[in-house]
C-alpha cells in the first residue's frame, strides 16, 4: 500500500528565507505526487502535482517540487518565505492500483512565518 | 467557476445520533470523495463516488455511508454517532479525465462536534 511521510510536523522560518518541506513517498509503481496548502478553518488547496511528465513541478504562490525517483522523494520548496505562507501543507499519492481516485496524504507540516 | 460547496459548514451533535453532510461538485466534475481530518489520525479516505456508484472505499465501520445523486452531488452519513467521529469532513471533486485523474479540489468541510 502508498504511504506519505512528511518529515518535521513543524517547521519555522524567517520571512524571505527558503522554505523546504520533505515528503517521501512509498509505492510499489511510480505515483502520481501532490501537494496541498490549508490555511486556518478552510479545506484544501492544490498547490501543484507531479504526473510523471517534468521532474521539476512549478505551482502556485511560488513553490515548486522535485520528483526524486531514487530518493522516492517529491520535497517542496519557496525561494523566500513571505507571512502569507504560513499555513500547514500536505504532502498526497494516488493509489494507482487502486480504482478511482483515492489520495494518501502525509500528516502533515505546518509552517510558521516569522517576521 | 464555482468551487466545491459543503453544507453545513459547523454541526453539533449528540452521541447517538446521526448526521447527513451535503457536497455540491465543481460543475462538471463526475468524482467525489470523501476524507476525514482529525489532529490525531490526520486526513483519512472514507470513500469515492463516481456516477452515482462507490468506487472506491476506506477502512471506516459500516456506521459511515453515502451516495451519490444523478447531478452528482452528494452526501455522507454517519449513524450511531461516537466522540470519536468529531472532525473535519471533507469533501473533494475531480474531473476524472486522462490528464487530471486524482486532481481533487476540496470544499471548506464541515465541521462535526459531536458532544
Known amino acids: 500500500a502508498q504511504s506519505v511521510t512528511q518529515l518535521g510536523s513543524h517547521v519555522s522560518v524567517s520571512e524571505g528565507a527558503l522554505v523546504l518541506l520533505r515528503c517521501n513517498y512509498s509505492?510499489?509503481?511510480?505515483?502520481?505526487l501532490f501537494w496541498y496548502v490549508q490555511y486556518p478553518n478552510q479545506g484544501l488547496q492544490l498547490l501543484l502535482k507531479y504526473t510523471s511528465a517534468a521532474t521539476l513541478v512549478k505551482g502556485i504562490n511560488g513553490f515548486e517540487a522535485e520528483f526524486k525517483k531514487s530518493e522516492t522523494s517529491f520535497h517542496l520548496t519557496k525561494p523566500s518565505a513571505h507571512m502569507s505562507d504560513a499555513a500547514e501543507y500536505f504532502c498526497a499519492v494516488s493509489d494507482l492500483k487502486a480504482a478511482g481516485n483515492k489520495l494518501t496524504f502525509g500528516g502533515g507540516t505546518r509552517v510558521l512565518v516569522k517576521p | 467557476k464555482a468551487g466545491v460547496t459543503q453544507t453545513p459548514r459547523y454541526l453539533i451533535k449528540t452521541r447517538g445520533q446521526q448526521v447527513t453532510l451535503s457536497c455540491s461538485p465543481i460543475s462538471g466534475h463526475r468524482s467525489v470523495s470523501w476524507y476525514q481530518q482529525t489532529p490525531g489520525q490526520g486526513l483519512q479516505f472514507l470513500f469515492e463516488y463516481f456516477s452515482e456508484t462507490q468506487r472506491n472505499k476506506g477502512n471506516f465501520p459500516g456506521r459511515f455511508s453515502g451516495r451519490q445523486f444523478s447531478n452528482s452531488r452528494s452526501e455522507m452519513n454517519v449513524s450511531t454517532l461516537e466522540l470519536g467521529d468529531s472532525a473535519l469532513y471533507l469533501c473533494a471533486s475531480s474531473l476524472d479525465l486522462v490528464g487530471s485523474r486524482y486532481e481533487q479540489y476540496f470544499g471548506p468541510g464541515t465541521r462535526l462536534t459531536v458532544t
Open positions: 509505492s510499489s509503481v511510480p505515483p502520481y
